[in-house]
């Protein structure tokens, strides 16, 4: 074993030799001198020490997770595509017409999740790259999320947004959507908590003051909070347990988002402070092949792919539109995550135009690639007049995120 900074003995005799040349068997020539021995230096034992420290560092970089998560550009997938030869959207129940152009829903890949675990020398590359944020893992990931878990919820909020997305584009297009909304939650500290139940039906909503509206679709009852100012009573008609009855709800103000936090004007209107489980009676059935993506964000894109789809003529006139955000059943389109990202991804595989949720605008300055246009929209009828403009050569007076 080689220590620092110790010499080691010569097999050919002591470490240290007679004075004045001698050797001990008489006189002759003077051995090599211990400074021109083949002893190991200290220079070379820090090397052989900072070589290994070096190793296991790189080691560590490599192997050991770490608690972060990195969003990076995804893919984008043209809704007006086809997968394997077969439409990636298809109906039944109406006529279809044939179309060009792009309609590309956009993606972020995120690493650093259950059972996709990011390394230091992952992190570090993120930091390094102007394409991808570095977040903790419990930014993106709740406590204790399994990889199946988080799978599971990625591919409800898919599902959801496909129905929402279909029912919307339905309404846009003039249909009638029916729908049973049933009460699945009342939210904590909401004027509806104990008032509104689980299993409640809702029939009809009142305003005090106000006429009476049957609700038949999600609309019906969006279209009358988006009139009525938060705290106001409302008369809620529901069914409970097969019987009829009315009850008085006081409304409550919409949540704080990102737009009203980037100092645009707030959201008028109110909500009842219950979580809804509508059961949708589509009058077109509407069908979607795509995999392998999920979560809530495609639901705008998906929408504006019907529409094409169902309408005759060329929406798009031949261009390359991308875009994002959410959809309710109302026609809302909602902030998403990954913004950033998005933009670079639609700019990477083409697209000249992009559709970003209003609220998402703060996030959107000082980030849009050069080539890229960026609309504004809030609801699904300004998406599909942001298309039909762009499609007709009048992009140029939109809405977007300047300001």
Request: with cysteine; charged share 15%.
């Given at each position: 074993?080689?220590?620092?900074?110790?010499?080691?003995?010569?097999?050919?005799?002591?470490?240290?030799?007679?004075?004045?040349?001698?050797?001990?068997?008489?006189?002759?020539?003077?051995?090599?001198?211990?400074?021109?021995?083949?002893?190991?230096?200290?220079?070379?034992?820090?090397?052989?020490?900072?070589?290994?420290?070096?190793?296991?560092?790189?080691?560590?970089?490599?192997?050991?997770?770490?608690?972060?998560?990195?969003?990076?550009?995804?893919?984008?997938?043209?809704?007006?595509?086809?997968?394997?030869?077969?439409?990636?959207?298809?109906?039944?129940?109406?006529?279809?017409?044939?179309?060009?152009?792009?309609?590309?829903?956009?993606?972020?890949?995120?690493?650093?999740?259950?059972?996709?675990?990011?390394?230091?020398?992952?992190?570090?590359?993120?930091?390094?790259?102007?394409?991808?944020?570095?977040?903790?893992?419990?930014?993106?990931?709740?406590?204790?999320?399994?990889?199946?878990?988080?799978?599971?919820?990625?591919?409800?909020?898919?599902?959801?947004?496909?129905?929402?997305?279909?029912?919307?584009?339905?309404?846009?297009?003039?249909?009638?959507?029916?729908?049973?909304?049933?009460?699945?939650?009342?939210?904590?500290?909401?004027?509806?908590?104990?008032?509104?139940?689980?299993?409640?039906?809702?029939?009809?909503?009142?305003?005090?003051?106000?006429?009476?509206?049957?609700?038949?679709?999600?609309?019906?009852?969006?279209?009358?909070?988006?009139?009525?100012?938060?705290?106001?009573?409302?008369?809620?008609?529901?069914?409970?347990?097969?019987?009829?009855?009315?009850?008085?709800?006081?409304?409550?103000?919409?949540?704080?988002?990102?737009?009203?936090?980037?100092?645009?004007?707030?959201?008028?209107?109110?909500?009842?402070?219950?979580?809804?489980?509508?059961?949708?009676?589509?009058?077109?059935?509407?069908?979607?092949?795509?995999?392998?993506?999920?979560?809530?964000?495609?639901?705008?894109?998906?929408?504006?792919?019907?529409?094409d789809v169902l309408t005759p003529g060329e929406m798009t006139g031949g261009k390359d539109i991308a875009g994002t955000g959410t959809m309710n059943l109302a026609g809302e389109v909602g902030a998403i995550g990954g913004i950033q990202q998005k933009l670079v991804a639609a700019r990477r595989d083409g697209a000249e135009w992009f559709l970003a949720p209003r609220a998402n605008c703060g996030e959107v300055r000082g980030h849009v690639p050069d080539g890229l246009h960026v609309?504004?929209?809030?609801?699904?009828?300004?998406?599909?007049?942001?298309?039909?403009?762009?499609?007709?050569?009048?992009?140029?007076?939109?809405?977007?995120?300047?300001?």
């Amino acid at each position: 074993m080689i220590l620092p900074g110790r010499r080691t003995a010569d097999r050919r005799g002591p470490d240290i030799l007679p004075a004045g040349g001698a050797t001990p068997h008489g006189v002759g020539p003077a051995p090599e001198s211990v400074e021109d021995a083949p002893l190991v230096s200290r220079r070379s034992v820090t090397l052989v020490v900072a070589g290994a420290l070096l190793a296991v560092l790189i080691l560590v970089a490599v192997v050991v997770p770490l608690p972060y998560a990195i969003e990076r550009p995804g893919p984008t997938v043209n809704t007006l595509s086809e997968v394997d030869g077969k439409p990636l959207i298809t109906v039944d129940g109406a006529p279809t017409y044939p179309t060009s152009g792009e309609l590309r829903l956009t993606t972020v890949s995120v690493s650093g999740g259950p059972g996709y675990p990011v390394t230091a020398a992952d992190v570090v590359a993120g930091w390094l790259s102007s394409d991808e944020v570095v977040l903790p893992r419990e930014a993106l990931f709740p406590a204790g999320s399994t990889r199946q878990s988080v799978d599971e919820q990625a591919g409800a909020q898919m599902t959801s947004s496909q129905t929402n997305a279909t029912v919307a584009a339905l309404e846009e297009l003039g249909h009638k959507v029916p729908m049973v909304l049933t009460v699945q939650e009342a939210a904590k500290g909401s004027g509806a908590q104990g008032i509104l139940l689980a299993g409640d039906v809702i029939t009809s909503i009142q305003p005090a003051g106000g006429p009476r509206t049957d609700v038949q679709t999600f609309s019906d009852l969006a279209h009358v909070l988006a009139a009525t100012a938060p705290g106001t009573t409302v008369a809620v008609g529901i069914r409970r347990d097969g019987q009829a009855r009315t009850v008085d709800v006081p409304t409550m103000a919409l949540p704080v988002d990102r737009s009203t936090a980037d100092g645009a004007a707030p959201h008028e209107g109110s909500i009842l402070g219950v979580v809804l489980k509508p059961d949708v009676q589509l009058p077109i059935d509407v069908h979607f092949d795509i995999d392998k993506i999920g979560g809530p964000s495609a639901g705008t894109m998906f929408a504006l792919g019907i529409i094409d789809v169902l309408t005759p003529g060329e929406m798009t006139g031949g261009k390359d539109i991308a875009g994002t955000g959410t959809m309710n059943l109302a026609g809302e389109v909602g902030a998403i995550g990954g913004i950033q990202q998005k933009l670079v991804a639609a700019r990477r595989d083409g697209a000249e135009w992009f559709l970003a949720p209003r609220a998402n605008c703060g996030e959107v300055r000082g980030h849009v690639p050069d080539g890229l246009h960026v609309v504004s929209v809030a609801t699904l009828a300004e998406a599909h007049k942001a298309v039909e403009e762009i499609g007709a050569g009048d992009g140029a007076s939109l809405p977007t995120c300047a300001g």
